[in-house]
Every structure is written in C-alpha cells, then in structure tokens.
C-alpha cells in the first residue's frame, strides 16, 4: 500500500495566479539549465583558446556536466521526495548560481572542469523538482497546460542558447569573452529562486532515511554507460560500459530488497512508466544525434558561422515551443512523429538534391516541420510516462524519466555520431574534408535518424492505447 503524502502549502500562495506566477518561476531554472548545455557547446573553441586547453579539456567541459548531472538526477529527484521538493529546488538553484560564478572566474582548464562536474550535480537537484512541482501542483487539463508550458520552455531555450551563446561571444561584453556564458545565469537563477521562495508550494512524500547504497550503485552503473560515449569511445570504454550494465542489474536487485528504495520497484511495474521510458529513448536518441550530425553539416559542411548555425535551427525550436503549448493529450503522439518522419526525408531530399549555396535556405522550412512534430510529442510523452504516479514517487519518477532522456543522448551522440564519423572517414569537423563526403555522410546519419523516429511512432501508437 502507498503511504499518504504529506504536503505544506507556503501561506503567500493562493489558487489562480501565483499557481502560475510559482510555475513560472521554476520554468525559469528549466531554462537556465537547459541554456546553460546549448550555450557552453557554442562558447567550447574559446575556451580552448582563452584557457590554453587541450581538445579532450576542452570536451569535458561540456561533458563533465553532462556526467554528473544525469548521474545525480534520480538521487535528486529523491531528496525532492524526502526533504521538500520546494526546499530542495531552492537549494538546487542557489548551487547553480554558486557554480556558474565558479565557471565564470575559472582560472584553468581543470579548474573549470570541476566547476562545471558540480554544476551538473547542483542541475540535477534542481531540475527533478521542476516536473515534481507540476505534477503535485496541477490537475487534470491545468496540468497538460503546465506540461505544454514545460515543453514550450524547453523549446525556448534549444532557441536561445545556440543564439545568445553566438552573440555574447561576437559581442564580448566587458572583454569577458566566453565567461559571459556562464554569468547570463546568475540574473536568471536569482529571479528563480526569489519568486520561488514566495510562490512555490512546499509537497513531499513520507519521510524516509535516503537509500545511500542505492545512490551510490546507481551512480557508478550510470557513469559506467555514460562515461565512454561522453568520452567519445576511448579504448577501455566497452569493459567499462559492460561493467555499467551489469551493476544496473546489482542496484537493480538491491533495490527490491530496500524498505525505502532510491527506485520504487512499484514505479517500473506501472505500464505507462515502463513503456514510455521505451519511447523516451527512442524519441530522445534521434533527435540528439540529429540535432549533433546537423550542427556538423551546416559548419563544417556548408561553412556557417556558429551563430548562423543557430539561426538555422531556430525554425525548430520555434515550432516546438508552439506546438507545446497545444499538445494536451497522448492523441497528438502518433502524429507528431509522422511530422518528425516527413521533415527528416525533406532533410534527405534537400541534402542530396539541392545545391550547397541553396541549403541553409531550405533546410529551416524542413526543421520547422520537424519541430512542430517533436512539440507533439514531447510533452504529451512526459504526461504519459507521469500519469497515475503517486505524490510519494514524484520526485523519483521525475529523476528516472530525465535520466532516460540523458541516457538517450548520450546513446544518440554515440550511435548516429558514430555512423555520420564512420561514413565521413574524417574526424567532423577538421580541415580538409570534401562537401560531398558530408553530403553523403549527412544522408547516410539522417536516414538512421528516421528509422528511429518511424520507431518511436510504433511505441508511441502501443503508449497511446493505454488506459
């Protein structure tokens, strides 16, 4: 039997507009740190160049946070539970805001490498809270409005961060350079935290010792499966991601014998958790190996400035933002990736028919469809995957359902990265290789991204079903 959840509501907030004002307020932590990932990916060349770092540093300060951040989601998801969602989103921003400033005076690379390593952890105390929020806060349709605003949100910062990263960095402000990058979050984490600390609503499930052992397998089967693709494959990264997997099974079995488990056994047995997770990955590893065999090919294959590349991707946010907000129900899941499926083979067909100056003219019409198909799913899906989860469990379901979306990242860098690498015979990106070795390497990765989406259709069909 479930144990009853206790929750506090803060005296300030009141039914109707500071529901919103509080939900807004935690939308805004979305952004930052989603931001914060899109907009370090543009500023890494500098970095490299500012700090006197090595390529592989240089990496990791993207990666690092990467890490550490999908590692230490279900653990903050749970502290969520236990301790307060509302108390520990508070102290998950006020850590971001501490980090970022950590990043921004870095004086070397290593330095900043450990900075963004705590980022990530200080992100992954901080996101879980966010759908944890919604979903002990809003009911019914006002919840499917608060997913959409959810998904809108993300949307927004897929935008924002390629843009802003790209103009902070032509712009230079104060000579700061690629520190700017970092410090764009602390106006945006304090605002957060104040309206949060006045507007969002105190829940928690029932108070529970936190299960340390399960915290500490997960960690290490998580950085077993995600450390060699984050590393981009080194020699050892196989046994390593063999040995990830098999303590996976270890936590795993552990979990079922605990009394206050980190990962209810009751949430995986749940047909919408189950099988959305399925779907999450499916959706999640197409569009980040997408999203990264795109970036290559209109830099380094059509020669675009990082700010131009972003721009180009802008349709795509655009159209993901829009249709969040109107994807309300599972109805919309098979349809939207029939929009992603008919986008990608216009993606095809543009790259391989039309003419390299005529591209980043067409390409954006084609993403702008495939956004609008990916805002049909996106958060339809996360209201899928959470409905019927308890109020105790929120938190944890919450940490397992963004740490399948990281993993799927991961997995979508390394699968579709690898076969648009393989298919070039160059390391993307050096000087040297030919248009139409992108070309083909650009249509060869793209096609493996539709089957994954002509996949993620098939489950969604199966998820939609349910009752």
């Known amino acids: 039997m479930v144990p009853a959840t206790t929750m506090t509501t803060n005296p300030a907030v ?34 490299q160049s500012g700090l006197g770092a090595s390529f592989g540093e240089a990496q990791f300060v993207a990666a690092g946070y990467t890490l550490t951040y999908a590692v230490g989601l ?34 070397s690379a290593p330095v900043l490498i450990g900075a963004r390593m705590l980022q990530g952890l200080a992100a992954a105390v901080m996101l879980p809270q966010v759908l944890s929020v919604i979903q002990s806060s809003f009911t019914g349709a006002v919840r499917a409005a608060a997913l959409g605003c959810y998904g ?22 104060m000579g700061l350079g690629w520190r700017s990058t970092f410090l764009v979050n602390v106006p945006i984490g304090l605002l957060a935290a104040v309206v949060g600390a006045v507007t969002v609503p105190e829940s928690r499930g029932v108070r529970a010792r936190l299960d340390l052992g399960g915290a500490g397998l997960l960690g290490l089967a998580l950085t077993g499966l995600l450390l060699p693709p984050v590393l981009e494959w080194p020699a050892w990264g196989w046994p390593v991601l063999a040995a990830g997997a098999g303590l996976l099974v270890v936590f795993a079995r552990y979990e079922r014998r605990q009394a206050s488990p980190l990962v209810p056994m009751r949430l995986l047995a749940q047909w919408p958790v189950r099988h959305g997770l399925f779907t999450v990955l499916a959706f999640y590893t197409g569009n980040a190996g997408f999203f990264l065999l795109l970036a290559y090919h209109l830099q380094a294959g059509l020669g675009l400035s990082p700010l131009g590349s972003g721009l180009a991707f802008a349709p795509l946010g655009t159209g993901f933002a829009l249709t969040s907000l109107a994807a309300k129900r599972r109805t919309t899941l098979v349809p939207g990736t029939v929009l992603m499926a008919v986008s990608l083979a216009a993606v095809l067909g543009i790259v391989l028919a039309a003419p390299e100056g005529a591209q980043a003219h067409w390409l954006p019409a084609a993403l702008a469809v495939s956004g609008l198909g990916e805002g049909l799913v996106a958060a339809p899906l996360i209201g899928t995957v959470l409905a019927g989860v308890g109020q105790d469990d929120t938190g944890a379901a919450s940490g397992i359902l963004l740490t399948a979306t990281q993993i799927a990242n991961a997995a979508g860098v390394a699968l579709i990265g690898g076969v648009f690498a393989g298919t070039l015979g160059a390391t993307p990106g050096t000087s040297g ?30 998820l939609g079903s349910t009752r």
């Open 14 to 47: 009141k039914a109707g507009v500071w529901q919103w004002v509080a939900l807004g307020s935690v939308l805004l932590a979305t952004f930052m740190g989603l931001l914060d990932v899109s907009i370090v990916a543009v500023a890494v060349p500098s970095v």
């Open 74 to 107: 279900v653990t903050g998801g749970r502290l969520g539970d236990l301790h307060g969602r509302r108390r520990t989103f508070l102290v998950g921003v006020t850590l971001f805001i501490l980090t970022s400033m950590a990043c921004a005076v870095a004086p």
């Open 152 to 173: 809108t949100t993300i949307g927004l910062a897929s935008i924002t961060g390629q843009i802003v990263g790209g103009a902070l960095l032509a712009w230079n402000p």
């Open 433 to 462: 290789t030919s248009f139409s070795a992108y070309t083909h390497a650009t249509a060869i990765a793209t096609g493996a991204v539709l089957v994954l989406a002509v996949l993620t259709g098939i489950l969604a069909r199966a």
